[in-house]
């Protein structure tokens, strides 16, 4: 996989030819920020294929030099963010779907900050789609910050710049929105049933087990 800085040069040079490995390397967590953020798995591919698309035009119109010097991941993710939230705007009376399994991926665990992703312990299919819907429950601006930062594993500092924030703000908002998961997985009457794995207060920390683990 290219680097961003190898890759934001590749298609400074030429970008009809580096334009296909740039879809290639983050088409997917494009959808999964999408789907994360909207909860609608047409949505979220609909999303992402018209953040490419802006992606390209914009690079199509900007010198050389300035495309060599995008930060490819939270600009990516400032695109698809925007999108999410204009298409979420617009269907403002829609509710989350029942099926939220397309939620369920990249690993993600609200008891550690640190943690970016990785494969949780293993959790039913039932468990891991009612963890994943907690996440719908958080308002959308805190959403965003905790998206980016535990489930798209951007630092900080690049999920302040993909949202337009101060890294105090996003810090804060990821804060907030960890503590309401955790508030969320201890008492939601809608939990599945308590298992080893599932039971809110044996591991309310757990929340989304990784795509391999679920395959």
Do not use: C
Not at 20 to 28: G, I, M, N, S
Not at 79 to 105: F, G, M, S, Y
Not at 189 to 195: F, I
Request: glycine share 4%; aromatic share 4%.
């Amino acid at each position: 996989m290219d680097s961003d800085a190898h890759l934001a040069a590749r298609l400074a040079a030429d970008l009809d030819r580096a334009f296909p490995t740039l879809v290639a390397e983050h088409r997917d967590r494009l959808y999964t920020i999408a789907v994360r953020l909207l909860g609608d798995r047409r949505d979220a591919e609909e999303v992402a294929q018209d953040a490419l698309v802006r992606a390209y035009r914009a690079m199509s119109e900007y010198p050389a030099a300035r495309t060599a010097e995008l930060r490819l991941r939270p600009w990516l993710a400032a695109i698809t963010v925007n999108l999410a939230r204009n298409r979420r705007r617009r269907h403002e009376d829609r509710r989350p779907p029942v099926q939220l399994e397309p939620l369920v991926r990249d690993g993600f665990d609200p008891t550690d900050e640190t943690a970016a992703s990785g494969p949780a312990a293993a959790i039913t299919r039932e468990g891991a789609a009612w963890l994943a819907g907690l996440l719908l429950e958080l308002s959308p601006a805190v959403r965003a910050a905790v998206v980016l930062r535990h489930v798209d594993g951007l630092s900080v500092a690049e999920t302040a710049a993909a949202l337009g924030r101060p890294e105090g703000t996003v810090k804060a908002q990821v804060s907030r929105g960890l503590d309401r998961l955790r508030v969320l997985l201890a008492t939601s009457a809608d939990a599945p049933a308590a298992s080893p794995s599932t039971h809110p207060q044996v591991s309310a920390g757990r929340a989304f087990a990784a795509a391999e683990v679920l395959a």
